[in-house]
């Protein structure tokens, strides 16, 4: 491609194509957490907990039985996505993610499409998930769902200010607790099973009508978009790789051993669930929390809900950061007009990007009163496709002097892209046409700013840098 763009030289300026200038070098965030920092904060990101409690139970609704097996395709899935997430964030080790990596692979119009569909993703879940806490901490407290929401999310935002490291500290302790949650929850399940492993295949849920419907093959490739929703907080794994020490050893392992970890503490509670549910009714009504106080006490229940209310906490409080680290970039970049990129582009004294900071936490507080119902479909399908396009970076990722760059290399290259490229379509083609719709057209108005605004002035502006110390 003619417009991709080639990593910062250690003596450039922060606009690539500009003369170089020492005094217009870009800001970089401070390297400060290794890899257990950096998965204490991923996995808190994937926040197995409030997956399981807040998006499993949909999954139930219309998946049933075949729940576990979705979500068990959808992490094998994964792995060929974490791959090509470990190769291009150890090239590309920049707090821009994946716009970052597919606009120097790819080019910087597939790069910018790639930053629209992350942002809409990270804006709107974070809200999403805050609004469930009320749902958890209605055995102490009934509250309002928007105004609990709006609270996690400031708190979250307060949190997100602080330094990185602290934080790490903070999401890790709170990381603990859904942990343990998860953990009584699928030792509930398995010691109150109804039915056996074979369940887990059965392809059963409950219909409208209340008698036992089929669950068939296109309705678990449907939910696929979902499954990937799941278990995508790896990513944020590459969202600090330009706060990680050694970027080129660390990206990878933090990237991979997030997703082992996070599959596991999903897919095992789902699987006894599944089976300790007494019956496909109860299962398919995904009202996990009346389970576990019907296999165990009201105390328990009342434990279990509380820890998950700490863990969206927790998720809210990774998500900001990582919202945040995403709004700087674009700043850091030239993605706007030069009085936005210089507001979002300020550091605070704890090294943290607070201007972005903020602009993603306060909106997010707001969104938490705006119905948000068929944003889940709309999410699915953004993820689906930005996995497509980082794929596709991948499959580029070799060429030129890349090939000789030192990285982290995935295994079956490039099978391992090309497999992800036509699978990732294919979910995509059996998507709903609304969420499809949506989701197409704020791409279309994307690469209208795009054609309009920042392409003619393609020297100044949309100029994806790489930290001068990325070979660390």
């Given amino acids: 491609m003619t417009d991709t763009l080639r990593p910062v030289d250690q003596a450039a300026s922060g606009d690539l194509g500009a003369p170089a200038q020492a005094t217009d070098s870009p800001k970089t965030l401070k390297r400060s957490i290794g890899v257990v920092g950096g998965t204490l904060l991923t996995l808190s990101c994937v926040t ?42 150890t090239l590309i080790p ?21 930053f629209v569909l992350s ?46 490291r602290a934080n790490a500290w903070i999401t890790g302790i709170f990381l603990v607790l859904e ?7 699928a030792m509930l399940g398995f010691a109150h099973s109804h039915r056996g492993v074979d369940s887990l295949v059965s392809m059963q849920v409950a219909g409208p009508n209340g008698h036992t419907d089929a669950v068939t093959g296109m309705l678990v490739i449907s939910g696929l978009a979902i499954a990937l929703f799941a278990t995508q907080g790896f990513s944020t794994a590459v969202y600090l790789s330009e706060e990680l020490e050694h970027p080129r ?24 669930i599944t089976m300790g549910a007494s019956d496909i009714k109860e299962l398919t009504s995904g009202d996990l929390s009346a389970m576990v106080t019907a296999w165990s006490n009201s105390a328990v229940g009342t434990f279990v809900s509380l820890c998950v209310a700490l863990a969206i906490i927790n998720a809210g409080i990774v998500m900001v950061i990582q919202n945040s680290r995403v ?15 210089n507001v979002f582009s300020k550091l605070g004294r704890f090294g943290s990007p607070w201007v972005a900071t903020l602009a993603v936490g306060v909106p997010g507080a707001l969104l938490c009163f705006v119905n948000l119902d068929t944003l889940y479909g709309v999410t699915g399908v953004s993820v689906t496709g930005m996995y497509l396009l980082v ?16 990285a982290w290399r995935m295994p079956l290259w ?41 392409r003619p002035r393609r020297d100044t502006r949309w100029l994806v840098s790489i930290p001068e110390d990325a070979q660390v």
């Fill in 48 to 89: 197995p907990a409030s997956t399981l409690f807040v998006v499993v139970p949909d999954l139930f609704g219309s998946l049933g039985t075949a729940t576990a097996l979705t979500i068990a395709i959808g992490s094998l899935l994964c792995i060929a996505v974490a791959f090509c997430y470990s190769e291009l964030g």
């Fill in 94 to 114: 920049s707090a821009g993610g994946e716009y970052a990596m597919v606009s120097t692979m790819a080019g910087r119009l597939a790069g910018w499409l790639v």
């Fill in 119 to 164: 942002l809409l993703v990270v804006m709107i879940v974070p809200p999403v998930i805050a609004m469930g806490t009320a749902d958890y901490l209605a055995p102490i407290a009934h509250l309002d769902p928007a105004m609990t929401g709006a609270g996690v999310m400031l708190l979250a935002t307060l949190a997100g200010l602080l330094d990185l």
């Fill in 179 to 185: 942990v343990i949650a998860a953990g009584v929850v």
């Fill in 249 to 272: 050893r660390n990206v990878a392992r933090t990237v991979l051993a997030t997703l082992a970890i996070s599959s596991v503490i999903i897919i095992v509670p789902v699987a006894a």
């Fill in 327 to 341: 709004l700087f970039a674009s700043a850091r970049d030239k993605a706007w007009p030069e009085p936005v990129n």
């Fill in 391 to 406: 794929a596709i970076a991948a499959l580029l990722a070799r060429r030129g002097h890349h090939k000789h760059t030192p």
């Fill in 414 to 454: 490039p099978a391992m892209p090309i497999l992800l490229i036509v699978v990732l379509a294919y979910i995509l083609s059996q998507q709903e046409v609304t969420y499809l719709l949506w989701t197409g057209g704020i791409t279309a108005v994307a690469t209208l700013y795009w054609a309009f605004y920042l």
